[in-house]
Each structure stands twice: as C-alpha cells, then as structure tokens.
C-alpha cells in the first residue's frame, strides 16, 4: 500500500510538473513573438520618392502576366462526362434476396 501511495504522489507531482513548465514555455515564447513583432513595427525612416512608385500601369502589366502564365501550365480537362450503362447477367450470387433468412418455426 506504501508503494502505491508513493506511486501515485510520483505521478502526480511529475504531470503538475511538467504541465507548469509546459505553462512557462509558453508564455515566455508568447513574450518573445510580441517583442520581435513590435520591434518589426517601427517605422521606417526610407522615404518613398515620387518616380519610385508603382503606378496602376505596372501593376496591370504584372496581373496579367501572371495570369497568362498561369493558363499556360493549367492542364486543359475535358468537360464531357459519359456514363456507360453496363448489364450484368442475372446471378443468384449476387440476388440479395438468397441473404434474407427464413423464419426459425
């Protein structure tokens, strides 16, 4: 009886354990993200120059780029579907009516 008190204390104590270090972990990775994010936050001092943006021209001509080559490796499915209507010959292996069993009398 000794062994299994001992026992069961072990165990408990092991899983509390390891659920708080779990706990910590997680919360410290948790702080850690939000450091790292509001540090990639911070403005920027680069400025942006007039003839440096993009106008709606370019972005377009890139669109549609894109897309065309995107058709390109798209694979051309055909939009027919036959279905074939196949008979099978009457078989009492596949009659379900031979699975119904008689009533025991």
């Known amino acids: 009886m000794e062994q299994g008190i001992t026992i069961a204390i072990l165990g408990v104590s092991i899983v509390f354990g390891s659920l ?12 850690f993200l939000e450091h790292t994010k509001s540090r990639k936050q911070t403005p ?3 400025s942006v120059k007039d003839d440096q943006r993009i106008t709606g021209e370019v972005v377009t001509a890139i669109a549609l780029a894109l897309q065309m ?10 939009t027919i579907i036959t279905m074939q209507r196949i008979t099978r010959p009457y078989s009492p292996w596949s009659s379900k009516i031979h699975g119904i069993r008689k009533p025991a009398r």
């Open 69 to 78: 080559s995107r058709e390109e490796f798209h694979d051309m499915e055909e």
């Open 44 to 46: 920027e001092k680069e």
């Open 20 to 31: 708080a270090t779990m706990y910590l972990c997680m919360s410290l990775f948790i702080k």
